[in-house]
C-alpha cells in the first residue's frame, strides 16, 4: 500500500476474500495506523441492493418461455433497461438496505 500523504487517514471496506483475511494482509494492515478496515459480513443480501434488481428480474420473468438463450438474452437486457430509467425504483433499492449513504468526509481535515 502506497500513501500519497503523510496526515491522511484512508479506509478500505473489504469482503471475505481469501486475501483479504490472510495472515499477511493482517501484519500488513495492523502495522499502518493510518489504516482502517472495515470488514463487510460473510454474507448480508439485505445490505446489497443488487439483490433486490435481481430479485424483481427473476419475477418479471417466471413463467415465460423462450425458444433459445438470445431471446431469453434480449428480454433480460430490456427489462434492465426499464429499470435503468426509473430512478425512484432504484432508489428504492437503495433505501431498502437502510444503509448510511451520506458522502464520507474526513472529519480531521
Given at each position: ?31 499502518r ?55 425512484g ?20 481535515n
Amino acid at each position: 500500500m502506497m500513501r500519497t500523504s503523510s496526515s491522511a487517514a484512508a479506509g478500505v471496506i473489504w469482503d471475505g476474500l481469501n486475501t483479504h483475511v490472510s495472515r499477511v494482509m493482517a501484519e500488513l494492515a495492523s502495522a499502518r495506523d493510518w489504516l482502517t478496515i472495515v470488514r463487510l459480513p460473510p454474507y448480508a443480501h439485505e445490505l446489497n441492493p443488487v439483490e433486490s434488481v435481481w430479485s424483481l428480474l427473476k419475477r418479471s420473468l417466471a413463467n415465460l418461455a423462450k425458444r433459445d438463450i438470445s431471446q431469453l438474452t434480449a428480454l433480460v437486457k430490456t427489462r434492465l433497461r426499464r429499470m435503468q430509467y426509473r430512478p425512484g425504483l432504484l432508489d428504492g433499492f437503495l433505501a431498502g438496505t437502510r444503509l448510511d449513504l451520506t458522502p464520507f468526509h474526513n472529519l480531521s481535515n
